[in-house]
């Protein structure tokens, strides 16, 4: 049974508690496990593998060593919402005569949710492992995961291996992310045609869109390239999200002012607490905010913006995206800020180098 008191609008990581029940009916599991409702309740058959709880780095696994043919999930304590979830392995009927005694045993583990340390089990207790529902990002992010550890054995620092892993997921689509680039810029160079088009044809929209679409064909200008980058590296960026957050090889682990790649980079304390971001000092979105102003601003050479409108606009997000990213990442875990400024570094040399090719 699990009992928990938490409130989820002060602790970020109740969303990842969980719990996995591993049958012959396959692999059943929810998250938010912390309240729960009679509706709630489930009975299945079958054998019963391994039942397990989870949350941010650590799992308890219990696995039945004899022969089981269910389980129960019942919501107890309280009226509407429970506290508390009783999961019940149901086992085949037993015959112990009078005067002896039987016993039934069974394998639990506690500790952290280490895909290599539950795999040394060999009793399918990596299972209890998911970055996310959805498999395609599952398996991205456990190629990450597994690209992260590599690393590590070799340069025997956390901080390092991060710092390689962005190097290698973001020059392996470097020649995507230039080509959208130069896509974008290109269409840029276009706009003034762009606009005169659109007031020409601006009662016939058929004639616009046909006319617009010439222009990119006589170019040799794809409207998607720009896109195609961004949407290949979702689902990198997202796994390594989920990554960073929920390794918890991290904890516990520094690197150069950082003691704790699972925490905020603390380097200092203010005397007094401060809006927004308490009373600590954390260097490293502050560096991310800096290098980020820094690519929008050569960004902003190489993509001409001639509308007014736009271009107030463009100066707008120069300010309020930096900060609304630092604002984000402020009191997020060290290692994820890592991640992110390396790549927005490797993003400002782009664009750097971009600004100074010549106008295609």
């Not at 392995?89 to 280490?114: C, H, M, N, R």
């Not at 490293?284 to 509308?307: A, C, E, H, W, Y």
């Amino acid at each position: 049974s699990s009992r928990l008191d938490i409130d989820p609008k002060k602790d970020r990581d109740s969303s990842l508690l969980e719990y996995v029940v591993n049958s012959s009916e396959g692999i059943a599991r929810k998250n938010k496990a912390f309240k729960f409702k009679d509706k709630e309740y489930d009975s299945k058959e079958g054998s019963v593998n391994w039942v397990g709880y989870r949350d941010r780095y650590f799992c308890a696994i219990v696995k039945p060593q004899f022969d089981t043919q269910g389980y129960v999930i019942t919501p107890v304590g309280g009226e509407k919402e429970k506290s508390i979830l009783d999961i019940a392995i149901t086992g085949t009927s037993l015959e112990i005569p009078a005067g002896t005694q039987k016993s039934l045993s069974g394998v639990v583990y506690f500790g952290p949710e280490d895909i290599n340390t539950l795999k040394d089990y060999d009793m399918q207790f990596e299972d209890i492992k998911k970055f996310y529902k959805n498999g395609l990002l599952d398996g991205v992010a456990k190629i990450i995961y597994h690209m992260l550890h590599f690393s590590q054995k070799f340069v025997k620092n956390w901080g390092v291996a991060i710092i390689l892993i962005s190097f290698v997921v973001y020059f392996s689509v470097y020649p995507l992310t230039a080509k959208g680039m130069k896509s974008m810029r290109r269409m840029q160079e276009l706009q003034p045609k762009i606009v005169e088009l659109r007031e020409k044809h601006k009662s016939n929209p058929q004639k616009l869109n046909k006319e617009t679409m010439e222009l990119y064909k006589k170019h040799k200008i794809n409207p998607l390239g720009g896109c195609l980058p961004l949407l290949i590296q979702m689902p990198i960026f997202i796994g390594m999200y989920q990554v960073l957050w929920r390794d918890v090889s991290f904890k516990g682990a520094n690197f150069l002012w950082i003691d704790d790649l699972s925490q905020p980079d603390q380097l200092f304390n203010f005397p007094t607490q401060l809006p927004f971001v308490g009373n600590q000092f954390n260097l490293l979105p502050i560096l991310m905010i800096g290098i980020m102003v820094l690519q929008q601003k050569f960004s902003s050479r190489n993509i001409k913006v001639t509308d007014p409108q736009q271009l107030a606009q463009q100066k707008m997000m120069m300010t309020i995206m930096p900060v609304f990213l630092g604002f984000i990442f402020y009191k997020m875990a060290s290692g994820l800020t890592l991640y992110f400024t390396m790549f927005y570094i490797f993003s400002t040399f782009t664009q750097w180098k971009m600004s100074k090719q010549k106008t295609v």
